[in-house]
């Protein structure tokens, strides 16, 4: 007779409680048979009697703690297995050898496992999440459009001054917004000496009159909003011509129907010049 095959299974707190109810059990049923052995030993028994009451020897099986593990509704035991310890089982971790003692995620994923932005650094070591797609990120995780190398407040991808120095203001383009003290110069030191009555450029027989030359339109002082207006003439004569061309007329060099208004070695030819030229060079 052929044996069936049993797997033992270490003892557990479970297995023994199962072993002693099976034990127990087995141990009433005996009890049941003897007694009822007990009641008929003295009535003859009739063979059919005898065949129905006959005592089974308690199987071995009662005795252990037997496992069959075939699928019939007993209990398996599973082996969960966690190679890098991470706290996360093999099967569901997506990062194997993970370091010990990182933090992970519940794909049993650490910081230095992972790169969310795909720009080739780790989380562990990216400074700059959230890198654009199409940029190329520095060691640290960040690319031009999320750096301010001189903290200006424009970033590298739009700083065309990429050296400002600290403190000054700049326009859009990271440049130093020389327009606030360029026009202060201008109203506080130049409009005087072009308003001026006797060397000035406004009189109505030069560029105070309708059709000006050159476009140049200028105002006096006693005209309302002269300064502001001044300033726009100047600088847009500037941008359109040069600033040469400008010193050139009030100095007489290029000819002028003016004539000379500020020698080249006049105080006044300084001032003037020094601010034109900071306004053709301004960004």
């Not at 569901?92 to 910081?111: K, R, S």
């Not at 200006?152 to 001054?161: A, I, K, N, P, T």
């Not at 004569?237 to 050139?248: Q, T, V």
Request: charge should be negative.
């Amino acid at each position: 007779m052929v044996t069936p095959s049993r797997t033992l299974i270490p003892m557990t707190p479970q297995l023994f409680r199962q072993g002693l109810v099976s034990i127990f059990v087995a141990a009433l049923s005996l009890l049941s048979v003897i007694s009822v052995a007990g009641v008929h030993a003295s009535e003859p028994k009739s063979e059919s009697v005898v065949s129905t009451q006959s005592t089974t020897p308690i199987a071995p099986e009662i005795m252990f703690f037997i496992l069959k593990g075939n699928g019939d509704g007993g209990e398996d035991t599973v082996q969960i297995t966690d190679t890098d310890a991470d706290g996360v089982a093999d099967a569901d971790d997506l990062c194997a050898n993970t370091p010990a003692g990182a933090a992970v995620n519940a794909q049993g994923c650490a910081d230095s496992q992972i790169d969310d932005d795909g720009d080739s650094v780790t989380n562990d070591l990216d400074q700059c999440p959230s890198t654009p797609t199409d940029e190329t990120a520095d060691a640290v995780g960040c690319s031009p459009s999320q750096l301010d190398s001189d903290d200006d407040g424009v970033s590298d991808d739009l700083d065309q001054c990429p050296n400002s120095s600290s403190g000054v203001v700049v326009d859009d383009s990271g440049c130093e917004d020389t327009s606030g003290s360029l026009q202060d110069d201008y109203t506080q030191n130049v409009n005087p000496l072009i308003a001026d009555f006797q060397r000035g450029c406004t009189s109505s027989g030069c560029h105070g009159r309708v059709g000006a030359p050159g476009g140049l339109s200028l105002y006096g002082a006693s005209v309302t909003g002269s300064p502001q207006q001044n300033y726009d003439s100047m600088v847009s004569y500037i941008d359109r011509s040069s600033a040469s061309r400008l010193l050139g007329k009030l100095s007489g060099t290029l000819g002028h129907g003016g004539g000379v208004r500020y020698g080249t070695q006049t105080s006044g030819y300084q001032v003037i010049k020094t601010w034109a030229e900071a306004v053709e060079v301004r960004p």
